[in-house]
């Protein structure tokens, strides 16, 4: 195998893996969207607050159990808890908000909810600010490095345990949320309530509790997100949910908003494109990559490459 092609396929490994996170939180954006048709601005910042309790429950436990000379257990007990605790508190801010801002604006034009929106992002994004402090912030780095192609006696890719980790949750979660979604009782009544909420409340679906449970499948996704980026990357910082936010709804948008398969496939091919720009490109051309490809697709696909073509909600 040439280094041409080596470097090509370690790029795409990259990408699939940060493609996978992406995809993540965008399930988050694209499930509020299909049921209420709310651009949930806040989502992104919903996901860096998770973040910020993630270091403190991991740091704290692992303080707890040991510190450094913690053993293997102690950190894999340290991550299970962390994702069992990290989307229960995501999720229940996240209904929370819906409870007190957005659902007193349901029958509001449409315009009130989604300034409301970016203003719960601000606010969550200066709770980040008050709670870690502006600057960047180190997050343990507690998954190994070591090359798992190594196994099989290759080496010249990386695929590393810390891709499995992220691999190994995130596509779980969204072959679980699909199957949710199409076979569960609430999972119907999230389906019916998206095509017409008098509809479903006419059939006896309480309309505003399937909201709350999108929300909190929702936040719980952008939560699981959440830890698995911190033990990814390493690093955080309050201005971090902006970013991830903003490629999230970009992948939310480019696979066709209210699809769950779209907000997947957007996030792989936003995560690929970032990757693939990065090295033959460069790192400040990504971002323009990114939503060059955006506007060609939308030119020829408006409602998105998995999307419906349905009436429009805002």
Request: hydrophobic share 55%.
């Amino acid at each position: 195998m040439t280094a041409a092609l080596e470097l090509f396929l370690q790029h795409c490994l990259i990408g699939l893996t940060t493609g996978s996170l992406f995809a993540l939180i965008a399930l988050g954006y694209t499930m509020v969207y299909g049921i209420i048709g709310l651009i949930n601005f806040a989502h992104g910042d919903l996901f860096m607050l998770g973040s910020f309790l993630a270091l403190t429950v991991i740091g704290g436990m692992m303080q707890a159990l040991g510190g450094p000379a913690a053993g293997a257990g102690a950190v894999i007990f340290a991550i299970a808890f962390s994702l069992l605790i990290v989307p229960i508190f995501c999720a229940s801010l996240n209904v929370a908000v819906d409870r007190i801002v957005y659902r007193p604006l349901r029958d509001a034009p449409k315009l009130a909810p989604l300034v409301s929106a970016i203003g719960v992002s601000y606010i969550f994004m200066n709770i980040g600010l008050f709670w870690r402090g502006a600057h960047p912030i180190n997050f343990p780095n507690l998954v190994s490095d070591y090359n798992l192609l190594e196994l099989v006696g290759y080496s010249s890719v990386q695929f590393t345990v810390k891709d499995f980790l992220v691999i190994g949750i995130t596509v779980p979660l969204m072959i679980g949320l699909t199957l949710f979604v199409k076979f569960t009782r609430l999972g119907t009544a999230m389906r019916a309530t998206e095509q017409s909420q008098l509809a479903a409340r006419l059939m006896g679906i309480n309309v505003d509790r399937v909201i709350a449970a999108t929300f909190a499948i929702g936040g719980g996704l952008a939560g699981a997100a959440s830890v698995v980026y911190s033990l990814y990357i390493n690093t955080i910082s309050f201005q971090m949910g902006f970013q991830n936010g903003l490629y999230a709804f970009t992948a939310a948008v480019l696979g066709g908003i209210g699809s769950l398969p779209g907000a997947v496939l957007g996030g792989l091919i936003i995560g690929l494109v970032r990757s693939l720009g990065s090295a033959y490109i460069g790192e400040r051309w990504t971002s323009a990559l990114i939503f060059a490809i955006l506007i060609v697709i939308l030119v020829f696909r408006p409602s998105g490459l998995l999307g419906a073509r349905a009436r429009e909600k805002v």
